[in-house]
C-alpha cells in the first residue's frame, strides 16, 4: 500500500511566484496534516483537515499561505507570493480513526521549497 | 501552554552507549506522548508511545520514561547504534482533540562506531 504522496519533491523559485504542493493521502485517513519543517523552529503545524473540512489553520503563517482539500484523496498548500523566507522542508501526514484515543500520523516524503 | 520543550538540541554518543531525549510540557490536558524517528530525507514516522497510566514504556532497545507530576518524559535508547542516528520529536496531544499533535524542536542523534 502507498504510503502518503506529496509533489513535488523539490522545488526551486523566485520571489513573488506562487507556489502549490500537493498531497495524496493514505486511501482511509480522514485527517490530513501540513507541517513546516525550519532548522530554527523544528516541525510546525500549519493546518489540519478532518473529513475535508479545515479544523484548526492557527498555525498558518499569514495570508500569503492557503490551504484547500477538495475531496478525500487530495490537498493542497499554496503560498503567492512566495518569499524567501519560507525556504522550508514542507510535510503532508494522514491518520485514521484507529482503537486508541489518539492516532498515529504517518508522514510524507516532504516537498523541499526554496525560494530564491 | 501548547509548547512541548525539548532538550538537547543534538547529542553525539559512542556506540553501545545510552541516548537520553527529553522533553517538558506545561498543558495538564495532555495525555498521548509519542516519539518519532526521522532519517535524513525522510518524513517522520511513529517510534514509540505513552499515556500517562503507566511510568514507564519499552519497546526493545527504546524506552519510555514518564514523570506526570513533573510534566517530564524521556526517551532512552539502550545500546545505541551507527542506525539510530537520526533526529528525534517528541510530541504531546489529548484525547478531547485526537488529531492535533504539538511536537517539540527535535534532536539530532549521532551515534559513532
Known amino acids: 500500500d502507498a504510503g502518503v504522496i506529496q509533489s513535488p519533491r523539490h522545488e526551486v523559485t523566485e520571489m513573488g511566484q506562487e507556489v502549490t504542493l500537493r498531497c495524496k493521502p493514505i486511501s482511509g485517513h480522514n485527517s490530513l496534516f501540513w507541517y513546516r519543517q525550519t532548522m530554527m523552529r523544528g516541525l510546525e503545524l500549519l493546518i489540519y483537515?478532518?473529513?475535508?473540512?479545515?479544523?484548526?489553520d492557527s498555525g498558518m503563517p499569514e495570508d500569503r499561505f492557503s490551504a484547500k482539500m477538495p475531496n478525500a484523496s487530495f490537498s493542497t498548500l499554496k503560498i503567492q507570493p512566495s518569499e524567501p523566507r519560507d525556504s522550508a522542508v514542507y510535510f503532508c501526514?494522514?491518520?485514521?480513526?484507529?482503537?486508541?484515543?489518539?492516532?498515529?500520523?504517518?508522514f510524507g516524503p516532504g516537498t523541499r521549497l526554496t525560494v530564491l | 501552554q501548547q509548547q512541548v520543550k525539548q532538550s538537547p538540541q543534538s547529542l553525539i554518543v559512542q556506540k553501545g552507549g545510552i541516548s537520553i531525549i527529553n522533553c517538558a510540557y506545561e498543558?495538564?490536558?495532555?495525555?498521548?506522548f509519542p516519539w518519532y524517528q526521522q532519517f535524513p530525507g525522510k518524513g517522520p514516522a511513529l517510534l514509540i508511545a505513552i499515556r500517562p497510566d503507566v511510568s514507564e514504556k519499552k519497546e526493545g532497545r527504546f524506552t519510555i520514561s514518564f514523570n506526570k507530576s513533573a510534566k517530564q518524559f524521556s526517551l532512552h535508547i539502550m545500546d545505541s547504534q551507527p542506525g539510530d542516528s537520526a533526529t528525534y520529536f517528541c510530541?504531546?496531544?489529548?484525547?478531547?482533540?485526537?488529531?492535533?499533535?504539538?511536537f517539540g524542536t527535535g534532536t539530532r542523534l549521532q551515534v559513532f562506531p
Open positions: 501526514a494522514s491518520s485514521y480513526p484507529g482503537t486508541g484515543s489518539t492516532n498515529e500520523q504517518f
Open positions: 510530541a504531546a496531544g489529548n484525547s478531547y482533540n485526537t488529531d492535533k499533535l504539538i
Open positions: 498543558n495538564t490536558a495532555f495525555d498521548y
Open positions: 483537515f478532518n473529513n475535508n473540512v479545515p479544523i484548526d
